[in-house]
C-alpha cells in the first residue's frame, strides 16, 4: 500500500498529515505505530483530514503508540496552513473532539489559532479523585533528591499536569514524565509538563507528551502552561512558553479562551510504503 502524505512540524513538534477527504486511508493501530517510528517515517503524531459538513474539515489526532489524542494544538496550526493554501482563504475552521477551532493565517509561516476555554474541575480533567486541580500536591524528585511537591492540572482538549520549579535543567522530564504521565491519580493518563517562570511574560519549559514522550515542544502543553501561571498569579494574559527550539505566545482573552501564536514549517509532500 502507497499513501500520500504531509510532513510538518511546528517548532519541531512533527506530524504525519494524511487527507482522507477525498480516498480513504484505513490504518490500523499497528500501522500508525509504524508510521510515527523514527526508524521508519518517524513523528510525534499522525493527523488524518477528513469531510465535516460544519468546517474546512475534521481532524483526528494519533500518538506516536497509535492511542487517539484529544487535541494538537501545534497540528491543528499546521493543518490550518495547509488547508488554507488550498481554499485561499486567511480564515481556516476545523472540527477536533474539543469543537471547532479557529485560526488565522498571518503570513510569514504564523498561525494562530484559538483553543477556547480551559477546564480545571476535577472530573474535567479527570482525575481519579475529588481534589484541588490547582496544587495536587504531587511528588517528585531533582536530580539531587530534594522533592518538590506540587502540580495544576489543565485540561485543554488533552489532561495536562504543570509543575513550576525554580531550574528546569535540575530535573530528568524523561524520568518524571513516565512516572506521572501513569500516576494512578490519572485514569485517562496525562501530558506533564516541568516549568520555569522567568517572567510573568516568559515560561521556559520542557514536556512529556503522553503517548508520545518528550517532545521538542507542544501546543496544548503551552496554552495549559500559560493558563496555569495566571491561575497561580504568575503569570499575566499575555505569556511566551519558550521551548529549546522556540517560543508560542499564547493570549487568554476576557472570555476566558486561550488563543495560541507560532510559527509552522513549510509543507513537505511524502509517500509512505507499508
Do not use: Y
Not at 74 to 101: F, H, M, P, W, Y
Not at 195 to 218: F, M, P
Amino acid at each position: 500500500m502507497e499513501i500520500k502524505a504531509f510532513k510538518m512540524d511546528g517548532l519541531g513538534n512533527d506530524f504525519v498529515i494524511i487527507d482522507n477527504r477525498k480516498k480513504v486511508t484505513d490504518l490500523s493501530k499497528a500501522q500508525i505505530i509504524k508510521i510515527c517510528d523514527r526508524n521508519f517515517i518517524g513523528c510525534d503524531q499522525l493527523i488524518l483530514i477528513e469531510k465535516d459538513d460544519t468546517s474546512d474539515a475534521r481532524l483526528k489526532f494519533f500518538n506516536s503508540d497509535g492511542g487517539i489524542s484529544g487535541a494538537c494544538g501545534n497540528g491543528t496550526r499546521c493543518v490550518a496552513d495547509l488547508i488554507s493554501k488550498e481554499k485561499k482563504s486567511k480564515t481556516v475552521i476545523l472540527t477536533t473532539q474539543s469543537g471547532n477551532l479557529k485560526s488565522e493565517i498571518l503570513g510569514n509561516n504564523l498561525v494562530t489559532t484559538e483553543i477556547g476555554n480551559a477546564k480545571i474541575k476535577w472530573d474535567e480533567i479527570p482525575l481519579s479523585d475529588k481534589i484541588n486541580t490547582k496544587n495536587l500536591d504531587i511528588k517528585i524528585c531533582d536530580l539531587n533528591n530534594n522533592e518538590h511537591s506540587g502540580g495544576t492540572a489543565v485540561n485543554v482538549g488533552n489532561p495536562h499536569v504543570i509543575f513550576f520549579v525554580d531550574e528546569i535543567k535540575n530535573f530528568d522530564v524523561a524520568n518524571i514524565g513516565p512516572q506521572i504521565e501513569n500516576h494512578k491519580m490519572f485514569p485517562e493518563k496525562c501530558n506533564v509538563t516541568i516549568a520555569k517562570v522567568i517572567n510573568r511574560n516568559l515560561i521556559k519549559v520542557k514536556v512529556w507528551e503522553r503517548g508520545a514522550g518528550l517532545t521538542k515542544a507542544c501546543g496544548t502543553a503551552a496554552c495549559a502552561t500559560a493558563f496555569a501561571g495566571r491561575l497561580n498569579d504568575l503569570t499575566d494574559n499575555n505569556t511566551d512558553i519558550e521551548f529549546e527550539s522556540g517560543k508560542l505566545s499564547i493570549f487568554i482573552d476576557e472570555k476566558n479562551s486561550i488563543h495560541m501564536k507560532g510559527p509552522v514549517s513549510d509543507i513537505e509532500e511524502i509517500s509512505i510504503r507499508l
